[in-house]
């Protein structure tokens, strides 16, 4: 017994064997560098993890490779992995932003203003047009080059640069129209029937000139503090058609007439044949006299009458 443990002690003595940890492919990839290494590709890459295989995707943009593309890139950088099935493969994705429209658009304005156009006023039609990706830290440059203006078309043509760290110099076509636009002013809220403006009702936007209608309201003074004659929605233009003076008085309601001349006024009692807003000419008949005239509403419930004024005959009274 003694002699078969003096055996095992040698045996004992041996060192534990490392596992062993092969190589393989990550099934995503977020890239975070223009190019791509071996160690992105593949887990326990060992040595050659930093050696580079190739262009990773440009920003925003997505691969993927096969299991064939897999072992054609492990056998040609001496990486011992084979496919197990065909159904093993990498997505690559590398982040971007897109670069905002405003800023293209700011550079329109600035260059074609040069060129004539009243750009601020402007809106673009830019068909087509796929904003730049660039990596989503990157600080682009944008530029403009060999940009061209028809000022009987408003139409534009030229190229737009982009250049930042991490990815190549991008140049992409940009073409499209300049769009005049007009001032209108919009509902900032649902209006109901008779609702008198006030400030914070509305306010001035700029629309396309070809979507505005004749007799669109353009000028805020033009509607605060006047009334509607119809229901309108939010965001919805005001038609001046649909704006009087607030109504001082309303048909049928019984008004207080007011002659006034040099040393003289007089004061009658009478009733209101027609809605009327200040300032504007209302028809009232005397209670007293029957007879009708045609007076200005001077406030809620009061008109004046001009001396001399023609008395004007009701339809159907003689």
Do not use: C, K
Not at 101 to 127: K, S, V, Y
Not at 210 to 221: H, M, Y
Not at 292 to 303: H, L, S
Request: net charge positive; no cysteine; aromatic share 2%.
């Amino acid at each position: 017994m003694l002699r078969r443990a003096i055996f095992l002690l040698p045996a004992l003595a041996l060192p534990a064997r490392a596992e062993v940890l092969h190589p393989a492919p990550r099934p995503l990839v977020l890239a975070e560098e223009p190019v791509l290494r071996l160690g992105d590709l593949f887990e326990n890459a060992g040595p050659r993890a930093l050696q580079m295989v190739g262009a990773a995707p440009a920003p925003g943009r997505r691969m993927v490779l096969d299991a064939g593309s897999l072992a054609a890139i492990a056998q040609r950088h001496g990486l011992a992995w084979r496919p197990l099935s065909g159904e093993e493969r990498s997505m690559i994705e590398r982040a971007g932003r897109a670069i905002d429209r405003d800023e293209i658009e700011a550079l329109l304005r600035r260059d074609l203003a040069r060129m004539g156009l009243d750009a601020e006023e402007a809106e673009f039609d830019l068909p087509g047009f796929v904003p730049p990706m660039v990596p989503a830290a990157a600080l682009p440059e944008v530029d403009l080059e060999a940009l061209h203006y028809d000022a009987r078309t408003r139409r534009f043509a030229g190229t737009l640069v982009v250049a930042a760290e991490g990815m190549a110099t991008q140049r992409s076509r940009i073409a499209g129209r300049a769009a005049p636009t007009v001032p209108v002013v919009v509902a900032l809220r649902r209006l109901a029937v008779g609702d008198v403006l006030r400030d914070g009702d509305a306010e001035e936007r700029r629309s396309r000139a070809e979507r505005v209608r004749p007799g669109t309201a353009q000028r805020l003074e033009d509607v605060v503090g006047r009334q509607l004659r119809r229901p309108i929605g939010a965001g919805l233009p005001f038609m001046t058609v649909d704006l009087v003076a607030p109504v001082v008085v309303a048909r049928n309601q019984p008004v207080v007439m007011v002659l006034e001349a040099p040393g003289l006024a007089l004061t009658a009692r009478g009733r209101a044949l027609e809605d009327a807003g200040m300032g504007e000419t209302v028809r009232v008949m005397n209670l007293l006299s029957r007879s009708v005239v045609e007076a200005e509403a001077i406030g809620p419930g009061r008109v004046r009458v001009t001396p001399g004024a023609v008395p004007v005959l009701v339809a159907g009274r003689g």
